[in-house]
């Protein structure tokens, strides 16, 4: 069974709006989370992380939230650019990496 | 500097046969992962190495798979008598330590089982 779970396979944003994406994850024992962005033909490259002692993340455009209580994280990307089409991957980080199955961002013009 | 270099970075292989992947990771880092991504797949973690630690295996899918990590540096990851489930985009990381540490990954092995 999936432990970190991204329901939406894909989102299109009109560049310049707010762009959420949302994951969930099933053991409230993880502690440590992140988001990877991943363009085709290369490998994912790490773009923020949240610890569970925090609510909030926040790095220039993007901002990671966490809602333990939910067991809920989301990524907001504000300004939404054309270089953000990309797959994100939510991510909670033991030993290895346990990822989702990924969201594919469009930016649309 | 050099980040986590693969290759092939493309395999096409006939079923049944043997292949080999290739990773050499950062230079100085202690832990290296390999991890694949299937068709419409999350990345699924295979197996990790930590400096002179057994390597954590647990996500190796059969014995077919299997990995060694020559002198704590170049690792490869060996899969025999391949199936057509094996097709998937093999990635490599690696980070100075264990869970504490970030993962830089490489741009993997886009591996086709015909």
């Known amino acids: 069974d999936q432990q970190v779970k991204q329901n939406s396979p894909s989102l299109s944003v009109q560049e310049g709006r707010i762009s959420i994406l949302n994951c969930d994850y099933t053991?409230?024992?993880?502690?440590?989370f992140l988001w990877y962005k991943k363009y085709p033909a290369e490998g994912p490259t790490f773009l923020i992380s949240i610890s569970s002692i925090k609510d909030k993340n926040e790095d220039g455009r993007f901002t990671v939230f966490l809602n333990k209580s939910a067991k809920h994280l989301s990524l907001h990307i504000v300004p939404s650019q054309p270089g953000d089409s990309a797959v994100y991957f939510c991510?909670?980080?033991?030993?290895?990496?346990?990822f989702g199955k990924g969201t594919r961002l469009h930016i649309l013009p | 500097g050099a980040g986590v270099s693969q290759s092939p970075s493309n395999k096409v292989t006939e079923k049944g046969k043997d292949v080999e992947l290739r990773c050499d990771p950062i230079?100085?880092?202690?832990?290296l992962y390999w991890y694949r991504q299937s068709l419409g797949q999350g990345l699924e973690f295979l197996i990790y190495f930590q400096g002179n630690s057994a390597p954590d295996k647990s996500g190796l899918p059969s014995d077919r798979f299997s990995a060694e990590r020559t002198g704590g540096s170049v690792s490869t990851l060996t899969i025999q008598r391949t199936q057509q489930e094996d097709s998937a985009v093999y990635l490599c990381?690696?980070?100075?330590?264990?869970?504490?540490?970030?993962?830089?990954f490489g741009p993997g092995t886009r591996l086709t089982v015909t």
């Open positions: 053991n409230s024992m993880f502690d440590y």
């Open positions: 991510a909670v980080r033991e030993d290895k990496i346990i």
């Open positions: 990381a690696s980070s100075f330590g264990g869970r504490t540490y970030e993962q830089y």
């Open positions: 230079s100085g880092h202690t832990a």
